[in-house]
T-cell receptor, first 112, second 115 residues
Framework: GENVEQHPSTLSVQEGDSAVIKCTYS??????FPWYKQELGKRPQLIID?????GEKKDQRIAVTLNKTAKHFSLHITETQPEDSAVYFC???????????FGAGTRLFVKA | GAVVSQHPSRVICKSGTSVKIECRSL??????MFWYRQFPKKSLMLMAT?????????EQGVEKDKFLINHASLTLSTLTVTSAHPEDSSFYIC???????????FGPGTRLTVL
């Protein structure tokens, strides 16, 4: 079945450094790739997304890259701040089928 | 962004009772709603997909007779956990999507504890 793998499971960085989280997906029909940030006990919040017709998208300190050939996509956070500490989930979906598959999550710690 | 509410936010019940969780889209029509289950420090596991006016589609391993889903209107879906047991204790989150759009909006979640 469809699968999304996410690495690393835990990431610890110093404030101001960059953080990179990588995901791979198996379903070649996937064409929408959102990233969510979830704080403890809260709902996942969409932070950025990318569609299959685009290779890169940036929003201030957050950027996402997509390599459809390799079925890889990555989240880049620059100039990290303590408030970036949370669990980040990548996901892949097919807007035709609407089903979204989530990665296992990355727990990001930003040390002040 | 669109707002999705979920009620109750927290529920504690005795083993064997049934619990109903409501998911509402407040400012848009949700043709599709999803129900997820999340264990501590784990990812979101899709339980079922519901479309307004039709039967829900359950993921493999999810008992449809135990987790009853009703999507009676374009703004409301309910999940009923029947004959709940301690192993059903979890964080249940719904999400909703407007027709033709890829983005889904999450509710705040319901923490279920079965004693």
């Amino acid at each position: 079945g469809e699968n999304v793998e996410q690495h690393p499971s835990t990431l610890s960085v110093q404030e101001g450094d960059s953080a990179v989280i990588k995901c791979t997906y198996s379903d070649s029909a996937s064409n929408y790739f959102p990233w969510y940030k979830q704080e403890l006990g809260k709902r996942p919040q969409l932070i950025i997304d990318i569609r299959s017709n685009v290779g890169e998208k940036k929003d201030q300190r957050i950027a996402v890259t997509l390599n459809k050939t390799a079925k890889h996509f990555s989240l880049h956070i620059t100039e990290t701040q303590p408030e970036d500490s949370a669990v980040y989930f990548c996901a892949a979906s097919n807007t035709g089928g609407f089903k979204t598959i989530f990665g296992a999550g990355t727990r990001l710690f930003v040390k002040a | 962004g669109a707002v999705v509410s979920q009620h109750p936010s927290r529920v504690i019940c005795k083993s064997g009772t049934s619990v109903k969780i409501e998911c509402r889209s407040l400012d848009f029509q949700a043709t599709t709603m999803f129900w997820y289950r999340q264990f501590p420090k784990k990812s979101l596991m899709l339980m079922a997909t519901s479309n307004e006016g039709s039967k829900a589609t359950y993921e493999q391993g999810v008992e449809k007779d135990k987790f009853l889903i009703n999507h009676a209107s374009l703004t409301l879906s309910t999940l009923t956990v029947t004959s709940a047991h301690p192993e059903d204790s979890s964080f249940y989150i719904c999400s909703a999507r407007d027709s033709g759009l890829a983005e889904q909006f999450f509710g705040p979640g319901t923490r279920l504890t079965v004693l």
